[in-house]
């Protein structure tokens, strides 16, 4: 039987950094749940000693949050609201069941909101992060508005771990998924499925540089 035909999903860049993401937000959960429950006070070992998750906590939020700037230059443009995503959202039921609807492109419905939460939330994980981190930013804010930023930053912390965990599950729940961004290939038969328009114009895309490779030579 002829294997089928792979199809690139992400690259190697593209692959780092989504994973240094990962790396990153992992002991950031972890630290920041010890740090706003106190039931969880344990967890702030992960970095060796609270002192420790203390000083690093904010060093690694300044990572991720790069990181993922990086991810969101690359892929904002993917992420636009289309009409179509009105299909997918009507159809959420079938969705549910495993059964694809509309005609997606690289990114469906849920996965657009996923990126603009995930977004969202680190950008006032970073701003509240700025006017907490002590000793280098919180002497030039004010009380008021370091409790302020304090409960701002907590709320979008933990909207960040559901926006997450959500992302992962989807990512084991969609098969195929988990191994676009391990390998960077998916088959063309799990494309058309998923993303048929995203399948349409990559197989454009190789049809045309084949034609200027003949052309060429």
Known sequence: MKKEKLIQRYNLPERLNHWIV??????????????????????LNIFGTPQMARILHPFFGVVMFVSFLGMFFRYWKHNLPEKND????????????????????RYNFGQKCVF??????????M??????????FAGYFPIPLIRLA??????????????????????TWARGSITAMTEGKVPGSWAKYHH???????????QK????????G
């Open 86 to 105: 009105l299909v997918w959202a009507k159809n959420i039921h079938k969705v549910l069941t495993n059964h694809e609807v509309g005609d997606t492109g």
């Open 196 to 206: 048929p328009r995203w399948y349409r114009e990559v197989l454009a895309k190789q």
């Open 150 to 171: 304090l409960v701002m930053h907590s709320v979008a912390g933990v909207g960040l771990i559901l926006v997450i965990i959500m992302h992962a599950y989807a990512a």
């Open 116 to 125: 603009w939460a995930a977004i969202s939330c680190l950008m006032l994980l």
């Open 22 to 43: 990962a790396f990153c937000f992992v002991p950031l959960a972890l630290s920041g749940l010890g740090f706003v429950f106190p039931s969880f006070n344990g967890l």
């Open 127 to 136: 701003a509240s992060g700025v006017v907490i981190w002590r000793p280098w």
């Open 209 to 216: 540089k084949e034609e200027d490779e003949r052309k060429a």
